[in-house]
């Protein structure tokens, strides 16, 4: 292989790894980059003649600068970040959301809204009208379990007790 058409691919490649680090964030492209062009920078001044030896020192530069300097990188330049529970229940617990069909505890043939999406939704206790606000205790199955925040209507068998006292 011509001499300078291996100092080429060594600093048109290290060129296009260094790139490539911007569509593929890691450190690595970076570092196999940069030792490619230091690699095509010491072939142009003289002072790598063999193809081997070329290779060995892009292998061992590549090597000795992911190994020693990624770790500083990656703690100094960290990246924007965000923690998001993965757990959707847990996330709903406590939310306060509308009712938008009426929520009774005896069936789960209420609606609530939440995040945008209707669920069907059972009261703790009592009967809770659409256009009020309910407070989310948990789910079970594809229900949500809710509570009122304000004034609730008895349900009936509240109602049948209260009338026997």
Same mark, same amino acid.
């Given at each position: 292989?011509? %001499?300078?058409? &291996?100092?080429?691919?060594?600093?048109?490649? #290290?060129? *296009?790894?260094? @790139?490539?680090? $911007?569509?593929?964030? !890691?450190?690595? %492209?970076?570092? &196999?980059?940069?030792?490619?062009?230091?690699? #095509?920078? *010491?072939?142009? @001044?003289?002072? $790598?003649?063999?193809? !081997?030896?070329?290779?060995?020192?892009?292998?061992?530069?590549?090597?000795?600068?992911?190994?020693?300097?990624?770790?500083?990188?990656?703690?100094?330049?960290?990246?924007?970040?965000?923690?998001?529970?993965?757990?959707?229940?847990?996330?709903?617990?406590?939310?306060?959301?509308?009712?938008?069909?009426?929520?009774?505890?005896?069936?789960?043939?209420?609606?609530?809204?939440?995040?945008?999406?209707?669920?069907?939704?059972?009261?703790?206790?009592?009967?809770?009208?659409?256009?009020?606000?309910?407070?989310?205790?948990?789910?079970?199955?594809?229900?949500?379990?809710?509570?009122?925040?304000?004034?609730?209507?008895?349900?009936?068998?509240?109602?049948?007790?209260?009338?026997?006292?």
């Amino acid at each position: 292989m011509d %001499a300078d058409l &291996l100092t080429w691919i060594f600093l048109g490649g #290290g060129l *296009l790894l260094m @790139l490539l680090e $911007l569509a593929l964030p !890691g450190g690595v %492209a970076l570092f &196999l980059g940069f030792s490619g062009i230091t690699v #095509g920078v *010491l072939r142009f @001044l003289g002072l $790598l003649s063999s193809t !081997g030896a070329s290779i060995a020192v892009w292998l061992i530069l590549s090597v000795v600068l992911t190994i020693a300097i990624r770790p500083f990188i990656k703690k100094y330049l960290k990246p924007e970040s965000y923690f998001k529970y993965a757990d959707e229940d847990y996330e709903a617990m406590d939310q306060i959301v509308e009712v938008i069909e009426e929520i009774n505890e005896e069936d789960n043939s209420g609606r609530i809204r939440l995040d945008g999406t209707s669920w069907r939704a059972k009261s703790l206790d009592g009967t809770i009208k659409a256009g009020e606000k309910v407070r989310i205790q948990y789910r079970e199955n594809t229900t949500w379990i809710v509570e009122a925040l304000g004034v609730k209507e008895p349900s009936k068998e509240q109602l049948k007790n209260r009338n026997r006292n």
